[in-house]
């Protein structure tokens, strides 16, 4: 009989120890791994936590919301009501001298009225929803790469905008509150928002838009909701139709004005276009821009050149001519870092040319 080896014994004893030993490593691992999970989430979570402090303090900081010294804070509100004042009597400047000469006497005076201040607060209040901003930062970076902003705003609810009051609206077509007509098409219409300012005035309202949770909304508002190659063969047409700042968001912005033409009623048929300015065209296609196909170049370095530019360059090759402009804020709701967004609007009411034709020049 062999002797047993005892050196290979006590080695195999050690890589292979005995079933209590490795339950109680086991366990001991799993123990060791659980801690390490609940530090991680505890550190997680202490850094959560600390990035919304910081913001608060910032925010409240930058607002002067906290602070302590009654002088300081009154001194700090009559500094930002002060410079909120001088920032909105801005929006509205024009220099009529420096229009082109057949836009001078056609230039309307806007102001700031009690719906556009409205709006604003709301915005404001909207803006210090800290936890609803978070959520919303969040959500809007995830889908960014994958849908457009506009769909992401509808899913969200958020980002309404604001172009016009329903004093202004009035003001530019010269109409009184009472005045009723049959048709409005609002191309580009978005949430609705500034459709229902308009929507008043008519027995039938009809809408445009490309993004479906912008649809929705249109849709629970009981606009009737139009493909956008399917309201020029409606087989009527409209009596008013809106264009609000989509002209610089068109693929083929002349095809574009040419149909709003050929689809306004003859002789009273009205085109609202509003227009970001300085005008730079891009698309946006599935949360990427990119330059349309038709580029339409606006000249001029101030406000009046391009508007005057727009007037002799691009409408009149439309066949359109212009019979008011006004300069209006183009609003949006804010975020957690600002309480509104604000763009430079040139609001136009146009109509079709009297010799009725169209240049291609």
């Known amino acids: 009989m062999e002797t047993p080896n005892v050196s290979h014994i006590s080695l195999a004893s050690l890589f292979d120890p005995p079933p209590e030993d490795r339950s109680r490593r086991l366990h001991s691992d799993l123990l060791s791994i659980m801690c390490h999970l609940q530090?991680?989430?505890?550190?997680?979570?202490?850094?959560?936590?600390?990035?919304?402090?910081?913001?608060?303090?910032?925010?409240?900081?930058?607002?002067?919301?906290?602070?302590?010294?009654?002088?300081?804070?009154?001194?700090?509100?009559?500094?930002?009501?002060?410079?909120?004042?001088?920032?909105?009597?801005?929006?509205?400047?024009?220099?009529?001298?420096?229009?082109?000469?057949?836009?001078?006497?056609?230039?309307?005076?806007s102001h700031l009225d009690s719906d556009t201040k409205a709006f604003l607060k709301r915005s404001v209040e909207k803006s210090g929803w800290l936890f609803t901003q978070l959520y919303h930062s969040l959500v809007s970076t995830v889908l960014s790469a994958l849908?457009?902003?506009?769909?992401?705003?509808?899913f969200l609810g958020r980002g309404s905008m604001f172009v016009f009051s329903g004093e202004q609206f009035q003001q530019l077509l010269q109409i009184d509150p009472e005045w009723r007509a049959e048709r409005l098409l609002d191309l580009g219409a978005g949430d609705g928002g500034v459709t229902e300012v308009m929507g008043k005035h008519f027995k039938e309202v009809y809408a445009t838009e490309v993004s479906a949770p912008m649809k929705w909304h249109l849709q629970r508002r009981n606009y009737k909701v139009l493909g956008i190659d399917e309201w020029p063969q409606t087989g009527f047409r409209y009596d008013v139709i809106s264009c609000l700042n989509l002209l610089d968001r068109c693929d083929d912005p002349l095809h574009l004005l040419r149909d709003i033409k050929r689809s306004l009623v003859p002789n009273t048929g009205r085109l609202i276009l509003a227009a970001v300015l300085p005008f730079q065209p891009y698309v946006e296609v599935g949360g990427r821009w990119q330059r349309p196909t038709e580029h339409l170049k606006v000249k001029g370095k101030t406000w009046e050149e391009q508007v005057t530019n727009m007037s002799d360059k691009v409408f009149r090759r439309a066949g359109l001519e212009v019979e008011a402009v006004t300069r209006l804020p183009y609003l949006c709701e804010g975020d957690m870092y600002n309480d509104y967004y604000v763009l430079d609007d040139a609001v136009f009411v146009l109509r079709a040319s009297e010799n009725g034709e169209e240049s291609s020049q």
Request: aromatic letters at 12%; a positive charge; glycine letters at 6%.
């Open 39 to 109: 530090l991680r989430t505890l550190v997680f979570g202490a850094w959560v936590l600390a990035y919304v402090a910081f913001l608060l303090s910032v925010r409240r900081m930058w607002t002067g919301k906290y602070v302590r010294s009654p002088l300081v804070r009154s001194l700090f509100a009559n500094m930002a009501s002060d410079s909120e004042a001088t920032e909105t009597q801005e929006w509205y400047q024009c220099s009529p001298d420096l229009l082109g000469e057949s836009l001078r006497p056609l230039f309307v005076q």
């Open 147 to 154: 849908v457009s902003r506009t769909s992401i705003n509808g």
